[in-house]
């Protein structure tokens, strides 16, 4: 299981953690660990930047565990600080700057963009490769939507723009996913029975 | 025939891929090794504003120092004479400065309260540089070296003894204010 949101702490491994038990933050470190930078790699593609921002969302963890209340699971509480991070990240000068600076070349399909994750079923790396071919911003938008359950209203507050960014941000990226993912339906249509 | 996918033939495919396994990019004890450097970096960076204060706490000291004793070059001061490294200044009188830092830390006490291992082996890192390059120095004298050279080594020696000088200052402080 790799959705932050499906992810189960107990209750008593989070106080231990809390009381700065490093076996439990070990724990809760493995358990979570993955699904974090996975959500992070998606959101920001390339691996040494989701890294750093990964580093950034654990320690965050561990520091602000105090303030964590339970009221939601933990895996919906730290994603948040991730997403929070990602699009920070994405909405910074740097990031614009380095964008521009990839454009003369398909940055999105760079090796250290594929793949996420270990593609063990055979229309996943169709998928991982579509997605890769996404903006990031574009990237972002869909996954947060289609696979975390976001709102656009949500979506929007998170880059400060406009309901009408996020929906047709989506738009876009959904058009660009239907195209990268076309040509595998059309060999299962044509696939005599 | 083309068929067209919908967005929930889209959603589900994306779902199905969020559900591929992953990893995370390095175990617990690497991550608590970033955690503890990215920690030691902030805590250098709330210093900083702290390190530059004394710093010019000490550079001021230095100027006033020669008013304050008459100009006796080896009087034990409170700071160390000035070690922002050789100015641009003539050989003789950086000479005569890397002389007024060396007499300052003869007069240091030379055990403190408090020691920390890593000052300690930078203090005795530095001096052992110092006294290889006071022996390369004497070769190279013996040997007839150009004055060039000679001046080359005599500038880099300065800068170690004004390295020597700021650590041990740091140290001084550390030990008056644990």
């Known amino acids: 299981m790799s959705r932050l949101s499906e992810i189960a702490i107990s209750e008593e491994l989070i106080a231990r953690a809390r009381g700065g038990e490093a076996a439990a933050q070990a724990a809760i470190y493995r358990g979570i660990g993955p699904a974090v930078f996975a959500l992070t790699r998606r959101l920001v593609g390339n691996r040494a930047v989701a890294e750093d921002l990964f580093q950034d969302t654990m320690m965050t963890l561990f520091q602000r565990l105090g303030d964590f209340r339970g009221e939601a699971p933990l895996g919906i509480w730290l994603r948040q600080i991730a997403v929070t991070r990602c699009l920070m990240y994405l909405r910074s000068p740097w990031h614009r700057a380095r964008l521009q600076w990839e454009s003369g070349e398909d940055a999105s399909l760079h090796p250290s963009m594929l793949p996420v994750t270990q593609a063990t079923w055979p229309d996943a790396l169709d998928v991982e490769r579509a997605l890769a071919r996404l903006t990031p911003v574009a990237r972002a938008v869909v996954w947060l939507f289609e696979v ?17 960014f996020s929906k047709s941000q989506l738009a876009r990226a959904l058009a660009r996913l239907r ?14 029975i | 025939m083309h068929t067209d996918i919908d967005e929930s033939n889209i959603a589900r495919r994306l779902r199905a891929a969020a559900d591929e396994p992953s990893e995370a990019p390095y175990g617990w004890a690497e991550f608590q090794r970033r955690r503890n450097r990215s920690m030691l ?22 100027t006033m120092t020669p008013f304050l004793h008459g100009g ?41 309260d408090l020691v920390r291992v890593g000052a300690r082996a930078a203090v005795s890192r530095l001096q052992d540089q110092i006294a290889a390059l006071d022996d390369l120095m004497s070769a190279e004298r013996v040997a007839g070296a150009q004055p060039s050279r000679l001046d080359a080594l005599e500038r880099q020696r300065s800068q170690l003894v004004s390295s020597l000088a700021q650590v041990q200052y740091a140290e001084m402080l550390a030990s008056a204010n644990p």
């Open chain 2, 72 to 112: 006796h070059e080896h009087e034990p001061a409170i700071a160390p004479p000035d070690t922002a490294g050789p100015a641009k200044s003539s050989d003789l009188q950086e000479q005569a400065r890397t002389r007024a830092i060396e007499g300052w830390l003869a007069a240091l006490p030379q055990d403190h």
């Open chain 2, 41 to 62: 970096t902030r805590v250098i960076e709330r210093n900083r504003p702290a390190a530059i204060a004394a710093a010019v706490v000490a550079a001021v000291l230095v």
């Open chain 1, 179 to 192: 195209q990268g993912l076309a040509p595998q339906e059309d060999q299962e249509a044509c696939t005599p």
């Open chain 1, 148 to 164: 975390e359950g976001y709102s656009h209203e949500e979506i929007a507050r998170l880059f400060g723009r406009s309901v009408s």
